[in-house]
């Protein structure tokens, strides 16, 4: 396999003049914080003086996952199918934090172990039905996973090309927290204990099961250590396709919005891929699945929010995304000491 993504590295013509603009703002140097590096940040993607977060989007990548026949999910795979008709519906937590906040939400079938019915906000990527059970054979072919990334890219390509600037991913898949954990595991060095969570809800007695089930996994495949070897042994297609989602926004100078553990894992491949990914990203929560601290440490993180999510869906860029606009507003709007008359 072989990627051909440029990311460049952030602009730093209008650095000196992007922390001026902040400095100027009728309030004490530093006093609003994360928000403060925040529209730094964004000025600094962008490249502009006056960053702007047009129609901003959400891409749902869903897949379902042959390791499930291991019973490493208290839920079975055909949940998959039934929540992404509830996205569609407009029932799920996701639909109703992107109405809220007008965030454009796509759900990509990836592949989902179903024939799933036509709907506008329904894009049919699938690459099959199902990655296979890694515990017998790797989840996903070299081709099959190429195809997933050029794939993941292509969908942003098309947001962007639609005049969106600020994007992000989240994820449906019952089982692939195992596939993350292993990714993690794998790519970090730290311990499979560390990097297991409770997943859909898992009690001790399963989450025991699941480690196991999950070492074994890794005895078998124990050659993969490349990171697109890693993705394609024990990833799943709706994280193939964020890794190549990733690294095409970036390439293209998107703000990226990161959502919790799963798509934490798809970033961690992306950055092991291209390093300069990690630039246009922010960090919307930390969740409380067992591995997202230590993974978000990987990355040096600082995230938005704190509310002990573990839902995935892209849910926690939904719920952060004020804050992003709060940042851009306040570059954009929010009055400086010489407009106001206010002493400094």
């Keep these: ?3 051909n993504f440029v990311i460049p590295p952030l602009a730093s013509t209008l650095n000196a003049a ?6 100027q703002k009728t309030k004490p140097r530093g006093s609003l914080g994360q928000l403060e590096s925040l529209a730094l940040q ?9 960053p702007s977060l047009d129609k901003p989007c959400i891409l749902i990548f869903a897949g379902d996952h042959g390791i499930v026949e291991a019973g490493v999910s208290a839920y079975p795979q055909t949940v998959t199918a039934q929540m992404i008709a509830n996205f569609l519906a407009g029932g799920a937590a996701i639909s109703v934090f992107a109405q809220q906040n007008n965030l454009e ?6 592949g989902v172990n179903a024939d799933l019915n036509s709907h506008p906000k329904l894009i049919d990527a699938k690459i099959r039905k199902s990655t296979q059970n890694f515990l017998n054979n790797p989840a996903m ?4 996973c190429s195809k997933a990334l050029q794939a993941g890219a292509d969908q942003v390509l098309r947001q962007h090309q ?3 600037r600020c994007i992000g991913f989240g994820e449906m898949g019952i089982g692939n927290s195992s596939s993350a954990a292993l990714l993690m595991h794998r790519l970090t060095g730290l311990s499979l204990v560390r990097c297991v969570g409770r997943g859909t809800g898992l009690n001790d007695g399963q989450l025991r099961h699941k480690v196991t089930v999950l070492q074994r996994a890794l005895n078998l495949h124990k050659g993969a250590t490349e990171p697109l070897d890693v993705l394609a042994t024990f990833g799943g297609f709706e994280i193939a396709m964020m890794v190549g989602a990733y690294l095409k926004a970036a ?7 990161v959502d919790g553990f799963i798509a934490g894992t798809a970033l961690l491949v992306a950055h ?11 960090f919307s929560h930390i969740s409380s699945e067992q591995g997202h601290l230590a993974l978000l440490h990987q990355f040096n993180a600082k995230p938005l929010l704190n509310l002990e999510l573990r839902l995935g869906e892209g849910s926690g860029i939904a719920l952060a995304y004020p804050l992003v606009q709060s940042a851009v507003a306040f570059l954009n709007e929010m009055a400086t000491f010489a407009e106001a008359g206010v002493d400094r």
């Design 162 to 164: 639609s005049g969106c």
């Design 251 to 257: 390439e293209l100078g998107m703000l990226i919005l």
């Design 105 to 110: 939400l796509l759900i990509v079938d990836a």
């Design 1 to 3: 396999m072989s990627l």
């Design 272 to 282: 092991k891929l291209h390093p300069r990914v990690l630039d246009y990203c922010v």
């Design 18 to 23: 992007l922390q001026n603009k902040i400095d």
């Design 141 to 144: 072919t070299s081709e099959e």
């Design 42 to 50: 964004i000025g600094r993607i962008q490249n502009s003086l006056n």
